[in-house]
């Protein structure tokens, strides 16, 4: 498909005020997700995006067990459970089982989205290999990371998407030791784009930014071809929180900085609000206290452990390049005599 022809079909299929969004349900009351799970308005946000002839595949994780209990489900699309780190595996060869059937006339031609979601531990950890692996491919699928910052459908175990400090169930603070998760953040978005060159979309999202959420899952299955949206999922479970604050935590971890919005499509970086405004100027962050200090994770931060992580932000939008994307603080190439 030229390229023209491809930015007037996403330009068809973004969604302009949230009045206009699909009224079907593809995935639909009766799943056991925790109250203000956020992580559930991604499977919501997912299914009225790619319609009925979707095809989902789910990672063993939270989504997985809280959706499929006792030979029921919320899905309404046809959905293929696979293991803790068979995301990629699973979408590349649905993608080439579709291709293949279509090609030997099995099936009708017509667009099947094939989508695949996995947690922070099937997606960023261990099943990051096949992830990267379908990222190398032609095949049309998109891979969704719905991010809760830790294994919570296990008791809230540390992954490596959890963020510095926070408290686990594998990282209590002690007298000997407060600060136990002293690893920041894993940042997947710029993995999947700076070693995936044929990879045309990217992108992350929060679902407290519906619209927002809904059209990059759009433009990602319209696009085409090996694609991959990283989401922030607040968890009142595993972030210790009140479940009436879980949109607005989302909102916070935005406007702090801390999770900043934005796209990759075909080498561009192009951010989102209100992170767009951040980057230009136009809006000040808000001080990432008020985002650590409603979630009981964070409740044995001391002042001295606030500024530090708030200095590591500063220095996301001050010194990186590409601000709040990717920690390269020069672009001067330095060569060596020898």
């Known amino acids: ?3 023209k022809e491809i930015e007037e079909k ?3 299929s973004i969604i302009k005020t949230i009045k206009d969004v699909p009224l079907e349900e593809y995935y639909t009351s009766g799943h056991r997700t925790c109250q203000g799970c956020e992580s559930a308005l991604v499977m919501r946000f997912l299914a009225k995006a790619a319609g009925p002839r979707t095809i ?13 209990t006792y030979y029921t489900t919320s899905w309404v699309v046809p959905w293929v459970h696979t293991q803790l780190g068979g995301s990629g595996a699973a979408a590349l060869g649905t993608a080439a089982a579709l291709r ?15 989508i695949a979601f996995c947690g922070d531990l099937g997606c960023a950890d261990m099943g990051l290999s096949g992830v990267s692996n379908a990222m190398t491919y032609d095949y049309n699928l998109l891979i969704i990371l719905y991010d809760n910052e830790s294994s919570a459908n296990t008791d809230i175990q540390e992954t490596s998407m959890t963020p510095y400090g926070a408290q686990t169930s594998f990282s209590r603070p ?13 940042n997947v978005v710029p993995i999947i784009i700076a070693g995936h060159r044929n990879v045309k979309y990217a992108a992350t999202m929060t679902p407290a930014y519906p619209l ?20 922030l999922d607040p968890c009142p479970k595993g972030w210790d929180y009140d479940p009436k604050f879980s949109h607005e935590l989302g909102v916070l ?8 919005l934005y796209e990759y499509v075909n080498g561009e970086i192009i951010y989102n609000e209100p992170t767009k405004s951040i980057v230009e100027g136009r809006m000040k962050r808000k001080p990432v206290k008020e985002y ?5 994770r964070f409740s044995h931060f001391t002042e001295e452990d606030i500024e530090y992580v708030q200095r590591m932000v500063d220095e996301m939008y001050e010194e990186w390049e590409i601000p709040g994307v990717m920690p390269i603080k020069s672009i001067n190439v330095k060569i060596s005599d020898k």
């Open 253 to 260: 971890a935005v406007e702090t900085g801390i999770w900043p």
């Open 10 to 12: 996403v330009y068809k």
């Open 292 to 296: 650590l200090e409603k979630q009981g």
């Open 1 to 3: 498909m030229a390229e």
């Open 56 to 68: 989902v595949i789910g990672a063993t994780g939270c989504m997985y067990v809280a959706n499929t």
């Open 174 to 186: 002690g007298k000997a030791r407060r600060i136990m998760k002293r690893r920041w953040k894993k």
């Open 100 to 114: 293949a059937l279509m090609r030997k006339g099995k099936i009708k031609q017509e667009p099947i989205n094939v």
């Open 212 to 231: 927002d959420a809904i059209n990059k899952i759009r433009k990602a299955l319209t696009i085409g071809g090996p694609t991959f949206i990283h989401s």
